[in-house]
């Protein structure tokens, strides 16, 4: 456990004295002080604090002694680039195998979904979940299923089987995806995602349908991405949709890529 040392390290690097810190986290100076010299241990409400002030994941805070990062890869840290907030070191997936030790596609339907929010890393809890495979997907990469529901996504249909690729390292995810996110808090949503990680350590998640307004969310607050690879659905698409409600629609979405690739472009100069 480094907490102490690595909380003492990122004080002196950004230039801070114990009081102001202190101050910034609403804390006693003395408490402070207690953290820094591991006499006294923080409680969640305090690691989290500590990890919205540095800008750094409470498990790296604690896991990783920072005192032996090179000079670079503590430049990285401090600009977003934390391998925990990343996902390539966030966990080990808990996951199922079948007979010949084939990785399985566990189904988590709706009726599921507030368990897994609070069970997604137990065992006990992936194992009771249903499982299947699908033949022609690869063996190489870990997928699991969510039934979503509602229309923040239509025209794909409320109660949809959504298939998704695990993602270790969130990095890599690309603007415009089709992503399945897991969080504490809001549990489990299905969006297009903006990757802002590098920069602001967010994603926005966007709506196929134009109703539902675009958010953002901290990586902090994310526990697992799944990559879209396809959809389930006894249903066929509406066909009582109007041609001229079908024109807004589409009207609206080239609108919103527009509005992502015009941020992107601009943050990125």
């Known amino acids: 456990m480094y907490f102490n040392s690595n909380i003492k390290l990122m004080r002196k690097r950004r230039g801070r004295t114990q009081d102001e810190v202190a101050f910034a986290l609403n804390m006693k100076r003395s408490t402070l002080s207690g953290y820094e010299n591991g006499v006294a241990q923080p409680g969640i409400q305090q690691l989290v604090a500590y990890s919205d002030y540095f800008g750094i994941s409470v498990d790296t805070l604690i896991k990783v002694d920072l005192s032996k990062l090179r000079e670079s890869e503590l430049r990285q840290l401090e ?22 030790n084939t990785e399985n596609i566990e189904l988590v339907p709706e009726k599921a979904k507030a368990g897994y929010t609070r069970g997604f890393a137990d065992p006990e809890f992936v194992r009771n979940l249903p499982v299947f495979q699908l033949p022609f997907l690869s063996s190489e990469r870990k997928y699991r299923t969510f039934q979503i529901s509602g229309d923040s996504m239509s025209p794909i249909p409320d109660g949809a089987w959504i298939t998704g690729e695990f993602v270790q390292d969130w990095s890599t995810l690309k603007s415009g995806e089709a992503c399945i996110v897991l969080t504490l808090d809001e549990g489990i949503v299905f969006k297009i995602i903006e990757n802002r990680i590098g920069r602001e350590g967010k994603i926005n998640l966007i709506s196929l349908n134009p109703i539902y307004k675009p958010y953002e969310l901290a990586v902090v607050e994310i526990r697992e991405i799944w990559r879209f690879i396809h959809y389930i659905s006894d249903e066929l698409p509406s066909g009582e949709i109007s041609s001229a409600d079908l024109a807004y629609t589409l009207n609206q979405l080239k609108m919103d890529v527009a509005l992502i690739k015009e941020r992107i472009v601009t943050k990125g100069d």
Do not use: A, Q
Request: proline share 0%; charged share 25%; glycine share 10%.
């Open 79 to 100: 600009n977003g680039f934390d391998v925990f907030v990343k996902g390539s070191k966030l966990r080990v997936l808990t996951t199922t195998v079948d007979s010949t």
